[in-house]
């Protein structure tokens, strides 16, 4: 069973602050990824990583930064929080090559207040 | 620009009787689609997928039918259940190798309420 594990499931922190949200993987995955979730609105992606180092922007990166140090974590970054930045966070991962599926991690509720 | 969309946001049906959710995509390069179904404070979970090649695929009490001329998917599930009720997500995929690196853009969701 693929296991992607998130940090925290509810943060709630003020503006400005840095904030880092961790995933980590079990299944030895290339690629892994980072969604934000609003009504309305689905899951957008907001970066990807392809391996080791490697990071791609996604379709809303302003104001994010992301970090892959090793395989299996991925860290989102958001350098100076802002109330427009309140959402639910989803990290995902699937193997490099001819897969679609992509497995989710629990989710990270954030507040910035 | 919303290359995948799900017009309804809602959707209420009977206990036992069939749901259907729909989506509409745009992007003629996409070539893999799929559903997840969310409950509340958990992650999406993958339910079915479609390749391109195919019009119809099932699983269980779940169907996704495709047709390719109109970009047009559906998912069919029979007979509802309680337990069924969820935000669903569809999603799509161009070819998951090589710089595409198995991106998913995803819908909008509906969500389901089944009603004992």
């Known amino acids: 069973d693929v296991k992607v594990t998130q940090s925290s499931r509810y943060l709630v922190k003020r503006t400005g602050e840095k904030v880092f949200l961790e995933c980590v993987q079990d299944?030895?995955?290339?690629?892994m990824f980072w969604y934000r979730q609003d009504p309305g609105l689905g899951l957008r992606l907001i970066y990807f990583?392809?391996?080791?180092?490697?990071?791609e922007k996604g379709d809303i990166p302003e104001g994010y930064s992301v970090s892959r140090e090793k395989k299996e974590r991925f860290s989102l970054i958001l350098e100076s929080a802002s109330t427009n930045q309140t959402s639910m966070y989803l990290c995902a991962s699937t193997a490099r090559t001819g897969a679609y599926e992509q497995y989710f991690g629990p989710g990270t509720r954030l507040t910035v207040t | 620009d919303q290359q995948v969309k799900q017009n309804s946001p809602s959707l209420s049906v009977q206990e036992g009787r069939i749901s259907i959710l729909n989506c509409d995509y745009t992007n003629s390069m996409f070539d893999y689609f799929l559903w997840y179904k969310k409950y509340p404070a958990e992650g999406p979970t993958f339910l079915i997928s479609?390749?391109?090649?195919?019009d119809k695929n099932e699983d269980g009490r779940f169907t996704v039918f495709l047709n390719k001329s109109a970009k047009h998917l559906s998912l069919h599930i029979v007979p509802s259940q309680p337990g069924d009720s969820a935000v669903y997500f569809c999603?799509?995929?161009?070819?998951?190798?090589?710089?595409?690196?198995?991106?998913?853009?995803f819908g909008q969701g509906t969500i389901l309420t089944v009603h004992p």
């Open positions: 990583s392809y391996d080791v180092k490697m990071k």
């Open positions: 479609i390749s391109s090649i195919k």
């Open positions: 299944m030895d995955h290339e690629n």
């Open positions: 999603a799509a995929s161009e070819w998951a190798g090589g710089t595409s690196y198995g991106k998913l853009t």
